[in-house]
């Protein structure tokens, strides 16, 4: 059990950290699923190819559709998210 600071900050316990391998500056996605927070240790490779992606599958859907406004990247953003 943790216990979140007036910070909104939480410790993650040293031997989780250990198990993963996260240390200081590594980047950890949060996000919440359903009554959880989830926390994903990112790796700039994937995050880069996870960006190229999104980026295809915008440019793909503009070139059928024209321009897209926020809420439709946004969208799309989120499908991909959840696939």
């Given at each position: 059990m943790v216990v979140v600071s007036s910070k909104g900050q939480v410790?993650?316990?040293?031997?989780m950290r250990q198990?993963?391998?996260?240390?200081?500056?590594?980047?950890?996605?949060?996000?919440?699923?359903?009554?959880?927070l989830v926390m994903k240790k990112l790796?700039?490779?994937?995050l880069e190819r996870s960006f190229?992606?999104?980026y295809r599958k915008?440019?793909?859907?503009?070139?059928r559709?024209?321009?897209?406004?926020?809420?439709e990247i946004?969208?799309?953003v989120q499908k991909y998210r959840h696939s």
């Amino acid at each position: 059990m943790v216990v979140v600071s007036s910070k909104g900050q939480v410790v993650i316990p040293q031997g989780m950290r250990q198990k993963l391998g996260i240390g200081a500056k590594t980047k950890l996605l949060v996000y919440p699923y359903e009554d959880a927070l989830v926390m994903k240790k990112l790796e700039v490779d994937g995050l880069e190819r996870s960006f190229e992606d999104i980026y295809r599958k915008v440019d793909a859907r503009r070139k059928r559709r024209g321009e897209l406004t926020d809420a439709e990247i946004n969208q799309l953003v989120q499908k991909y998210r959840h696939s």
